[in-house]
């Protein structure tokens, strides 16, 4: 053990308050916007978040199916919790073995204990509260979304998330302060939820009807799904932009919540993987690591909640062009390319938007301090 300052302890306090971990700020720090971060930042997170989408799909499906891949046979593992438990952890694992060897290295190369490695140790109770709130929202989404699908057609279920924009709206107006500024705001945002719709509306035509249970399941899990974004955005503001540590923290609390009701309901297949699945268990595991850790930052970057979601309601036309490039598909009808067209037109208007009216505000202000001057 090395000797300690006498101060350390006031000057870890020092770096908590600072890190804006501390109880006492976290109410304040919710509506604090993060540092201005470059354009191009946000843009390359998004594009990541696009290609690994259908990389994750792909490889999800061949860890549940026989779907062959390149003429490699799928693993068959057909139990959706369980491996939504088993994915969760290892990513969760393998970034807290990511940060482990981290701290490590910089003990290793300072060669002693410093009071930055003192702070990281003494916040981390405080950061598995901050991430509690969406990392239980999250498990707590991949198990009312099993069971939508369990009660509901696919197509039906696809069209419910239109909706996801909608709520995560309502949620980023009440808890981050983030409301839509002008008319044209709310028309790109029913522009890309009726965009969503017309996609999906050619499967939806030869789909069957849905019972009352199977829509209370659907509209819950699309309220889980806004209030994930909005809480995974507070908390990355809140945290200052340490993605891989909430990340990891997220991914572990979402799985422990799972993994009650995958041992209840699929009777603990978990703990009975051959080595063909484990294979694609890994592979796929890596394809939703880049996927989430890209989704928190780009959390951060953006410069609202609803552009999150809006990113996301983008993320089905990258994917088939990806998925045509891989493999051999069957065309998508007129709708989906007719709706995919509204929705990307109508994320283009949302930025628009959103960027006349931060130059009209700023330019406003430039003149009302202007007159407030000449007149002093």
């Not at 057909?78 to 994915?87: E, F, G, I, K, Y």
């Not at 249970?213 to 909005?230: C, H, Q």
Request: aromatic share 10%; glycine share 6%; hydrophobic share 50%.
């Amino acid at each position: 053990f090395y000797p300690v300052k006498s101060k350390t302890s006031a000057e870890c306090e020092t770096l908590l308050r600072a890190a804006d971990i501390s109880s006492d700020d976290a109410t304040t720090s919710r509506l604090t916007p993060p540092t201005p971060c470059p354009p191009i930042a946000a843009i390359a997170s998004a594009v990541l978040l696009w290609l690994s989408f259908p990389l994750v799909a792909m490889c999800a499906k061949c860890f549940l199916t026989e779907k062959c891949v390149f003429s490699v046979k799928g693993s068959n593992f057909c139990h959706p919790l369980s491996a939504a438990t088993l994915h969760l952890f290892l990513v969760g694992g393998f970034l807290v073995l990511i940060q482990a060897m981290h701290s490590l290295s910089r003990i290793i190369c300072i060669r002693r204990l410093e009071q930055e490695t003192l702070q990281q140790h003494a916040s981390l109770g405080q950061m598995i509260r901050l991430c509690a709130p969406v990392g239980l929202c999250f498990g707590c989404k991949y198990v009312v979304g099993h069971a939508a699908l369990e009660f509901t057609p696919t197509p039906i279920y696809e069209l419910f998330h239109c909706l996801n924009l909608v709520f995560c709206a309502i949620f980023a107006r009440f808890v981050l302060n983030e409301k839509l500024q002008t008319c044209g705001e709310f028309t790109s945002v029913a522009g890309v939820v009726f965009g969503s719709a017309v996609a999906g509306y050619n499967a939806l035509v030869n789909a069957a009807g849905v019972s009352w249970l199977a829509l209370a399941f659907n509209l819950s899990n699309g309220i889980l799904a806004g209030a994930v974004v909005v809480l995974l955005r507070t908390t990355m503001i809140q945290s200052h932009r340490r993605f891989v540590r909430v990340t990891s923290l997220k991914m572990l609390l979402g799985a422990s919540c799972i993994f009650p009701f995958a041992l209840w309901i699929e009777q603990g297949a978990l703990f009975h993987l051959t080595w063909h699945q484990i294979v694609w268990l890994s592979i796929s595991s890596a394809a939703i690591l880049v996927y989430h850790c890209n989704l928190s930052l780009l959390c951060y970057l953006a410069t609202d909640a609803p552009t999150v979601a809006i990113v996301e309601a983008l993320r089905p036309v990258p994917a088939f062009i990806l998925l045509v490039l891989l493999q051999q598909m069957t065309p998508k009808p007129l709708s989906f390319w007719i709706g995919s067209s509204v929705v990307l037109l109508s994320a283009v208007g949302y930025e628009l938007s959103r960027k006349f009216y931060s130059e009209t505000r700023d330019k406003a202000e430039g003149k009302s301090e202007t007159t407030a001057v000449l007149r002093s």
